[in-house]
């Protein structure tokens, strides 16, 4: 059986990290390639029946939005993704904005970092905000509430334990 990133790392969070050897949790990867999610119910790793428990980046979230790598249209990592917000950011500098961003990064586009765009948003860049915005109602949050609305999610889908890794840049 071969399992995907998300799914391994979340074996390896209920045998040897935060999860405790819960029976039940779910464990978010927001990575540069993509957002997944590892289930484990029952004390057992999900598949599903297509194998495709877990592929919460390719979950359409939005009626109109951008194509996605899978070859579908509004997925959440099309959207949300790592790769998604850096073609966002990247825009908003050629066309002009992300000038408190830009600051940040000490004028050089090629070190904004995930925490410098959030950083930006909060100080009124309006092109982060605007990208914290979109890729937060994604994910059904406000960005000063995220970490307790995945716990919510977490609770909602029966996992207690709750583990999220990953970054943006
Ligand atoms: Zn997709």
């Known amino acids: ?18 999860a ?6 779910i464990y ?41 790598k899978c070859g579908s ?6 959207i949300a993704g790592a790769a998604a917000i850096q073609t ?3 825009k908003a500098i050629a066309d002009g ?16 970092s995930g925490w410098m765009i959030l950083s930006a948003a909060k100080v009124g860049d309006k092109a982060c905000a605007a990208i914290v915005e979109q890729a937060s ?3 059904g949050v406000r960005p000063s509430q995220s970490g307790e609305s995945l716990q919510s999610f977490g609770s909602r889908s029966g996992s207690a334990p709750f583990s ?4 943006v840049c």
């Open 1 to 18: 059986m071969v399992v995907n990133l998300a799914g391994a790392k979340a074996i390896a969070e209920r045998t040897l990290g935060a």
């Open 20 to 25: 405790a050897m819960a029976d039940d949790m």
């Open 28 to 68: 978010l990867e927001y990575g540069r390639t993509g957002i997944g999610a590892g289930i484990i119910s029952g004390g057992k790793l999900m598949h599903g029946a297509t194998h495709a428990a877990g592929e919460l980046g390719h979950t359409h979230m939005i009626e109109e939005g951008p194509a996605c």
């Open 73 to 78: 249209f509004c997925c959440l990592q099309a």
């Open 88 to 90: 966002r950011i990247r």
């Open 97 to 112: 904005g992300g000038s408190e961003l830009l600051a940040l990064a000490g004028g050089d586009p090629p070190n904004v």
């Open 137 to 139: 109602k994604s994910f």
């Open 164 to 167: 999220l890794q990953g970054k």
